[in-house]
């Protein structure tokens, strides 16, 4: 939930992402999560950057409650309406090959992604299921 930066022009590193916590408030503990991140894989680096001021910025992550992103046709919604939402920590490696994917749907082409891959992620999966466990599927509340 936290970035950090050496300066204007410098360095921008770090995220945590804590699951079911929804404030938006910058803790010094994440900065340190950051730093130990940042140690671990580029000690040099991090050597450098500890004693720097940090700062930072937080906010809440998209998700789901499977923790599956969404990608695909809006249920029930508009001809033509698509999504994709619910990447959680994960947008950066996500969002390219899910774009993809949404507009091969769009365009009516070969998805880059498995069938069975495509069904984990399809926006209807939470009105299936509940039709699959004998509820009413308008009463699809996400598990």
Not at 42 to 67: F, I, K, N, Q, Y
Not at 76 to 87: A, I, P, Q, R, Y
Request: glycine fraction near 10%.
């Amino acid at each position: 939930m936290c970035s950090s930066d050496l300066s204007p022009e410098g360095l921008v590193f770090g995220a945590t992402h804590d699951r079911d916590v929804t404030d938006d408030d910058v803790r010094p503990l994440d900065h340190g999560r950051n730093l130990e991140t940042l140690r671990e894989g580029l000690p040099r680096l991090a050597t450098e950057v500890e004693g720097s001021a940090l700062s930072g910025r937080a906010s809440v992550r998209a998700v789901t409650p499977d923790r599956l992103p969404l990608a695909g046709p809006v249920p029930g919604g508009e001809k033509g309406l698509f999504v994709l939402s619910g990447l959680g920590s994960r947008g950066f490696c996500l969002a390219p090959l899910l774009a993809e994917h949404v507009a091969t749907q769009i365009l009516g082409a070969p998805s880059p992604l498995p069938s069975k891959m495509a069904e984990l992620i399809d926006p209807d999966r939470f009105r299936r299921r509940a039709l699959r466990r004998g509820r009413p599927a308008d009463a699809a509340a996400p598990d």
